[in-house]
C-alpha cells in the first residue's frame, strides 16, 4: 500500500481525469440552446447529441463520481500527519523514528560483521575439506625398501 501522499496525488491525478472526461462529455454530447428568448436554435448535422434524458443521467453520474472523489481527497487529507498534531509533537515524533533508524543501522552493521566472519569460517572449511580430497587421492608411492628387496 503506498503512502498517503502518494494516494493522495493519484486521487488528484484521478480527479483531473474525471473533470477532463466530463467536460469532454458535455461538449460531444450536450443539445444546442437558444441564448437568447425567440433566437433559432442552432444544429449541427454532424454532432452526435445524446437524448436528453441520457444526457441528465449521465452528467448526474459523472456529478457524483466527482464527488465522491471530492470527499476520498479530503479525507486522506485530514488523515495527514500534522494535522491536529502541534509542532513540538512532530519534532518528538522524529526523533524517535530517527532513534529507531540508528538502532536499526546498529543491528545491519552487526549483522554484516557476523556474515563476514561466517563467510571466513566457511571459506577455511571448505578449503580444509579440499585439502583433504587432494591428499586422499594422491598416488600411493612406493617405498624405496621394497624396491631392494626385488634387486
Request: charge should be negative; hydrophobic fraction near 35%; charged fraction near 35%.
Amino acid at each position: 500500500m503506498a503512502d498517503r501522499l502518494t494516494q493522495l496525488q493519484v486521487c488528484l491525478d484521478q480527479m483531473v481525469e474525471q473533470f477532463c472526461a466530463t467536460l469532454n462529455y458535455i461538449d460531444k454530447n450536450h443539445d444546442f440552446e437558444a441564448s437568447k428568448n425567440g433566437e433559432e436554435k442552432m444544429t449541427d448535422p454532424q454532432a452526435s447529441i445524446a437524448p436528453k434524458e441520457d444526457f441528465e443521467n449521465t452528467i448526474d453520474e459523472l456529478s457524483t463520481d466527482l464527488i465522491l472523489k471530492t470527499r476520498q481527497i479530503t479525507k486522506l487529507i485530514d488523515s495527514l500527519p500534522g494535522v491536529d498534531v502541534s509542532a513540538e509533537e512532530q519534532m518528538h515524533r522524529i526523533e524517535s523514528l530517527q532513534n529507531q533508524l540508528v538502532k536499526m543501522e546498529d543491528k545491519k552493521i552487526e549483522a554484516i560483521k557476523e556474515k563476514e566472519e561466517v563467510l571466513k569460517k566457511v571459506d577455511g572449511m571448505i578449503c580444509d575439506f579440499t585439502v583433504g580430497i587432494a591428499e586422499a587421492r594422491k598416488p600411493v608411492q612406493k617405498s624405496d625398501s621394497i624396491e631392494d628387496m626385488s634387486v
